[in-house]
């Protein structure tokens, strides 16, 4: 295009053309920066939100480990209690025979 307007005759045509030319210039250069912002607030989106998935995926994969954590110490206190009690009823049936025996004599 730079080319084309040189090649026209008349002098106030050829100022007219080149400034046409000059304007499209600066507008294509407008419209490259402008597409270049556009692109880096895409791809900075577009990595925030990689971020934000990751950071929830950790929490989740946190939420879970301490879920499964908080449910083996249950069943371990629950383990724990019930054999608390069953020693609680050898012991009762052992006294239970021991106040056989003094009953007895």
């Known amino acids: 295009m730079d080319g084309l307007w040189r090649s026209v005759a008349s002098k106030p045509q050829r100022d007219l053309w080149k400034r046409k030319v000059e304007q499209v210039v ?14 880096q607030r895409q791809q900075r989106r577009m990595q925030e939100a990689q971020e934000r998935a990751e950071l929830l995926g950790r929490a989740v994969s946190q939420a879970m480990e301490s879920a499964r954590n908080s449910s083996r110490m249950l069943e371990e206190a629950s383990a724990t209690g019930a054999a608390i009690l069953a020693k609680y009823s050898e012991q009762r049936e052992g006294l239970k025979v021991v106040e056989f025996i003094i009953f007895c004599i």
């Open 26 to 39: 600066e507008e294509a250069d407008s419209l490259r920066e402008s597409l270049d912002r556009y692109m």
